[in-house]
C-alpha cells in the first residue's frame, strides 16, 4: 500500500525549470514536497526520497495524510483504538 502511495504520489508532481537551468519538482497535495536537481531524473529520484521521508514523519507523528490516488493511509477512528480485556 506505501508504494502504491508513493506511485499515486509521483504522479501528480509537477515539475518545472528554474532561471538556473535546474529543475524544480513539487507535490501539491503533499504540503512541503518538493526537490530540485541539476536533471529532471536527478529532481524526481530527490523528490521521491523527500517524499519517502515526509511519509515517514507524518506516520511516526501521527499526522493526517491526504488521500492520494484514492489511498487513504489515515487510520480509521473505529479500528485506531483497541482495548485490552
Known amino acids: ?3 502504491k502511495y508513493i506511485q ?3 504522479h501528480e508532481a509537477q515539475y518545472e525549470i ?3 537551468g535546474r529543475f524544480f519538482g513539487s507535490i501539491p497535495s503533499c504540503q512541503g514536497c518538493w526537490a530540485d536537481g541539476d536533471t ?4 524526481r529520484d ?3 526520497s523527500v517524499l519517502e521521508d515526509w511519509m515517514a514523519l507524518k506516520l511516526r507523528f501521527g499526522d493526517t495524510m491526504p488521500v492520494v490516488g484514492g489511498i487513504d493511509l489515515n487510520p480509521r477512528p473505529e479500528t485506531a483504538y483497541a482495548e485490552a480485556y
Open 1 to 3: 500500500m506505501l508504494t
Open 18 to 20: 528554474m532561471e538556473d
Open 46 to 48: 530527490e523528490l521521491e
Open 8 to 10: 499515486a504520489a509521483m
Open 40 to 43: 529532471l531524473e536527478a529532481c
